[in-house]
């Protein structure tokens, strides 16, 4: 069974930091596309962040894009989020993902070209960041 556990969510004032953790079990992130989401009251969930844990380009939202950084750490299956620069805006809910196992042969574009929303089945709790001036 596999499971996704986020943590690091918290409230920060507005130009701070926030580092989110998600340790993933039953899974090999190194076969999966990875991902970071978020969703805001009355919003669409929005993909942030998403890479092939075997390695490749990492896409980015505009809205986060120059701010906030992916990181995996394989050997932990573990990803993260550091998120720097942070605005009222970015006040959502925050969600780890990732897909089923992806072939090495196309996973690093497939992943990197944000795959639909459905096609990420494993998803964490979510925590809350909440950003305040």
């Known amino acids: 069974q596999v499971q996704l556990a986020e943590s690091g969510g918290g409230s920060v004032q507005v130009g701070g930091s926030l580092k989110l953790s998600c340790v993933a079990s039953?899974?090999?992130?190194?076969?999966?596309?990875l991902a970071w989401f978020r969703q805001a009251p009355g919003s669409e969930r929005e993909g942030l962040a998403i890479?092939?844990?075997?390695?490749?380009?990492?896409y980015y939202a505009d809205s986060v894009k120059g701010r906030f950084a992916l990181s995996h750490d394989n050997d932990k299956n573990t990803m993260f989020l550091q998120m720097n620069g942070l605005e009222s805006e970015d006040s959502a809910v925050y969600y780890c993902?990732?897909?089923?196992?992806?072939?090495?042969?196309?996973?690093?574009?497939?992943?990197?070209?944000?795959?639909?929303?459905?096609?990420?089945?494993?998803w964490g709790q979510g925590t809350q960041v909440t950003v305040s001036s």
């Open positions: 890479v092939y844990g075997g390695g490749g380009s990492t």
């Open positions: 039953g899974l090999t992130t190194g076969s999966s596309c």
């Open positions: 993902a990732a897909t089923d196992v992806v072939p090495s042969e196309w996973g690093p574009q497939y992943c990197s070209e944000h795959p639909p929303v459905d096609d990420f089945t494993y």
